[in-house]
């Protein structure tokens, strides 16, 4: 169950991650060009708003995928555990 609840944070750290301008640039812009997600999702597949706020951030994909994966093999783990006992 640890390694579920684990995973799963993992895929909500790596999908809500955003990024925000310095305080400097924000002054310089006047607040203009900012968006602002105060949105957090908590279903670990939105894979359209994880892609999205980790291009926003300069990062490739590679870090949602990677978690993504792991917490699926986790769930079929402890499917197949379950099946066993």
């Given at each position: 169950?640890?390694?579920?609840?684990?995973?799963?944070?993992?895929?909500?750290?790596?999908?809500?991650?955003?990024?925000?301008?310095?305080?400097?640039?924000?002054?310089?812009?006047?607040?203009?060009?900012?968006?602002?997600?105060?949105?957090?999702?908590?279903?670990?597949?939105?894979?359209?708003?994880?892609?999205?706020?980790?291009?926003?951030?300069?990062?490739?994909?590679?870090?949602?995928?990677?978690?993504?994966?792991?917490?699926a093999g986790?769930?079929?783990?402890?499917?197949?555990?379950?099946?066993?006992?």
């Open positions: 169950i640890s390694y579920a609840l684990g995973s799963y944070l993992m895929c909500l750290e790596s999908m809500n991650l955003t990024v925000q301008a310095p305080t400097s640039a924000i002054r310089d812009r006047g607040q203009q060009g900012i968006i602002e997600n105060a949105t957090f999702y908590y279903w670990p597949f939105c894979f359209r708003v994880a892609l999205a706020n980790l291009k926003r951030l300069g990062a490739g994909p590679w870090s949602y995928c990677a978690s993504v994966t792991y917490f986790v769930l079929l783990f402890l499917v197949g555990a379950s099946a066993k006992v």
